[in-house]
Structure formats: C-alpha cells, structure tokens
C-alpha cells in the first residue's frame, strides 16, 4: 500500500510563489502518474497537473496553465508542483493522487486510487 504525504503549503499573498511536496513511501510498479488535485470549500476537487512515472509527460488543467510545473524525482520517490503567479482563486487544499497503470490524461478523480491528507494553500489579495 502505497502512502502519500503532501508539504508546503501555506498563506501567500497574490503574485507569490509556494512549492508543494508529495512524499511517497511503499513499492509503486510502474507505469504509474502521479497528480495534483484541489478542492475549495464548496466545490468540487479540481485536477490541477499529473506527471507519468518518467516525468517526460505532463498535464495541467486550463487554470493553472504557465503558472504551474509538475516535476518528479525518482530517486527521492517526490513529486512537486512549483505554483507561480499564485491568485486568491488558487485558494484551496491540495491532494496528492497516485494513478496505478498507463495514464493518458485523465483529469478525473475516480481514477485515482491513493490519495495524501492534503495540504492548505491560501492566497491573499
């Protein structure tokens, strides 16, 4: 069973910048994705980007597009979304969601079997 434990989140003023961390502990047979979800008090989770095993794909939901980068390290088993240009609609808590398999694309939660606790992103005005 493969555990999923996000970090760096916080409060940021409109502009800044936040650097999130997905820590992975437990064997994961490739191929696999690994993926940034958000869900804001009210609404429904968000897919924000998703990287495949290699790192050499990427994929970002339309909001969050040249202001995000999904990148992963395989030897430290982490993978992390650099958040630039952040924005007070940014504002939501922020999962870590592992993909067992080939992924193409999917921006759909349901085909996400591990998730992390989440981590808390607000953004000031």
């Known amino acids: 069973q493969v555990q999923l434990v996000e970090s760096g989140g916080g409060l940021v003023q409109a502009g800044g910048s936040l650097r999130l961390s997905c820590a992975a502990s437990?064997?994961?047979?490739?191929?696999?994705?690994t993926a940034w979800f958000r869900q804001a008090p009210g609404k429904e989770r968000q897919f924000v980007a998703a990287?495949?095993?290699?790192?050499?794909?990427?994929y970002y939901g339309d909001s969050v597009k040249g202001r995000f980068t999904i990148s992963t390290d395989n030897a430290k088993n982490t993978v992390s979304l650099q958040m630039n240009n952040l924005k007070p609609e940014d504002t939501a808590v922020y999962y870590c969601a592992l993909h067992l398999g080939l992924y193409s694309g999917s921006a759909y939660a349901r085909d996400f079997g591990s998730w992390g606790q989440g981590t808390q992103v607000t953004v000031s005005s």
């Open positions: 990287v495949n095993w290699s790192g050499l794909s990427t």
């Open positions: 437990g064997r994961t047979s490739r191929p696999y994705a």
